[in-house]
């Protein structure tokens, strides 16, 4: 049974901070992983879908790196801002024939002004 | 082009109702999965489907049920509301069936069961 894990639950930096979220994940058999950001009391914001086959994808301050072999993904956030506060979940989607998308706890990020 | 939209975004129940959310995807996206977001289990699968047809379904009892019409939009239902059926309920569109594609979220749906 596949079980997405984030670490740390919380996390709270000053502004300007470089900072990697992690997520692990116990099945290696995977079709992609997807990092998400999500706002109190909102739906969810796609930020980087990494392919299976890939091992990184960036958009501007954001970076999300896959190790499939070793269950592994960061998201590394450059230069923080206070916009930057919100929820950072992962998602894994399974390749076991159902496509089920498999949800990490989150890490609730709090940057500092 | 408008985002995913659910309707109603806030729903107070009582133990016992049921309740109809419905959930419109982006246009030209055909698959529509359902979720279920509480503080103590997270996000939880609850249901995806794919032109009319139910594709996948999570671990969730027989009062959980959905559908899809044939203009995508779908609709989620629980019967005989318990008080741990409060949560967010989150609908996500794509484009198609494929595992390949990226999921777009909805704002959600609030429901409270008093």
């Known amino acids: 049974k596949q079980e997405v894990t984030q670490i740390p639950a919380a996390l709270s930096v000053p502004e300007g901070e470089n900072l990697v979220l992690n997520c692990s994940f116990t099945d290696s058999a995977i079709y992609n992983l997807q990092w998400f950001r999500q706002d109190p009391g909102k739906g969810l914001t796609s930020l980087l879908l990494i392919q299976s086959s890939q091992r990184e994808q960036t958009s501007g301050r954001l970076n999300a790196s896959l190790d499939k072999s070793s269950g592994r993904s960061t998201l590394y956030i450059a230069a923080s801002q206070p916009g930057d506060s919100a929820t950072y979940l992962c998602a894994v989607r399974l390749s076991s024939g159902t496509y089920k998308y498999i949800f990490g706890t989150g890490t609730r990020l709090k940057v500092l002004a | 082009k408008a985002g995913v939209t659910q309707t109603p975004r806030y729903l107070i129940k009582t133990r016992g109702q049921q309740v109809t959310l419905s959930c419109s995807p982006i246009s030209g996206h055909r698959s529509v999965s359902w979720y279920q977001q509480t503080p103590g289990q997270g996000l939880q699968f609850l249901f995806e489907y794919f032109s009319e047809t139910q594709r996948n379904k999570g671990n969730f009892p027989g009062r959980f049920s959905g559908r899809q019409f044939s203009n995508s939009r779908s609709e989620m239902n629980v019967s005989t509301l318990e008080l741990g059926d409060s949560a967010l309920y989150l609908c996500?569109?794509?484009?198609?069936?494929?595992?390949?594609?990226?999921?777009?979220f909805g704002p959600g749906t609030r429901l409270t069961v008093l």
């Open positions: 996500a569109s794509s484009l198609a069936f494929l595992p390949t594609d990226t999921q777009y």
